[in-house]
T-cell receptor
C-alpha cells in the first residue's frame, strides 16, 4: 500500500466557506498531483508540482489553489466554496522517473450545500 | 485529440467466471499504458504497466495485453472473486512532456455476484 494520506475523507460544508484539503506522502516523492473525479467520469488533473516551491495548473480549470512548502505536503485550498465545487478530490504522488506509477490517496469527497 | 475509450461501461459476472475489459486509445506519442483498480471510496491502485515493446503482462489473476499498432489494450481477469468488484481504469501516458502527461479512461465498473 502506498503511503499517501488525505484528510478529511468526507466534508459537507456551506457555500462561501474557506476549505483546505490536506495531502501528505511519506515516500519522498518529488511529484505530486491533485485530480478531480465525478461519478462515472475520468480523472481530471487540476494541479501538479515537481517539487518544493513548484506548482502548476493542470488541464481542468479550477478555482482552487495549491502550495508546496514541504516535499511531503501538498494542500489544496478553496477560498470560497460553491456548490459547483462538489466533487471527489484525489491526491497522488510519483517518483522522478517518467514511468513511475502514481500512488493515490483515498480522496476527499466534498459536498457544498 | 488524445483520448482513451473503455468498454464496456459496466459489467456484471458471476463469481468464478472470466472477463475481459477493453481499452482503445489515440494518445501519441505513446509512452506506456497502465491499468488501475479503484475500489469504491478508495483511490486507484496500479495493476500493470505496459510499454511499447510489451505484448502481455500478468499480475496474479490479471493479464493485460497491448497491441501498439492498433492502439488497443485489454485486461483479462481469471476466476473472478467478489473482491474484484471495482472500477478498472485504463491510463495512457505520452512521452511528449517532462510530466509524462496521463490520459484517463472513464473506467469499466465490474460487479462480481456470488
Amino acid at each position: 500500500e502506498a503511503d499517501i494520506y488525505q484528510t478529511p475523507r468526507y466534508l459537507v460544508i456551506g457555500t462561501g466557506k474557506k476549505i483546505t484539503l490536506e495531502c501528505s506522502q511519506t515516500m519522498g516523492h518529488d511529484k505530486m498531483y491533485w485530480y478531480q473525479q465525478d461519478p462515472g467520469m475520468e480523472l481530471h488533473l487540476i494541479h501538479y508540482s515537481y517539487g518544493v516551491n513548484s506548482t502548476e495548473k493542470g488541464d481542468l480549470s479550477s478555482e482552487s489553489t495549491v502550495s508546496r512548502i514541504r516535499t511531503e505536503h501538498f494542500p489544496l485550498t478553496l477560498e470560497s466554496a460553491r456548490p459547483s465545487h462538489t466533487s471527489q478530490y484525489l491526491c497522488a504522488s510519483s517518483g522522478a522517473a517518467i514511468n513511475q506509477p502514481q500512488h493515490f490517496g483515498d480522496g476527499t469527497r466534498l459536498s457544498i450545500l | 485529440k488524445n483520448q482513451v475509450e473503455q468498454s464496456p461501461q459496466s459489467l456484471i459476472i458471476l463469481e468464478g467466471k472470466n472477463c475481459t475489459l477493453q481499452c482503445n486509445y489515440t494518445v501519441s506519442p505513446f509512452s506506456n499504458l497502465r491499468w488501475y483498480k479503484q475500489d469504491t471510496g478508495r483511490g486507484p491502485v496500479s495493476l500493470t504497466i505496459m510499454t511499447f515493446s510489451e505484448n502481455t503482462k500478468s499480475n496474479g489473476r490479471y493479464t493485460a495485453t497491448l497491441d501498439a499498432d492498433t492502439k488497443q489494450s485489454s485486461l483479462h481477469i481469471t476466476a473472478s472473486q467478489l473482491s474484484d468488484s471495482a472500477s478498472y481504469i485504463c491510463v495512457v501516458s505520452d512521452r511528449g512532456s517532462t510530466l509524462g502527461r496521463l490520459y484517463f479512461g472513464r473506467g469499466t465498473q465490474l460487479t462480481v455476484w456470488p
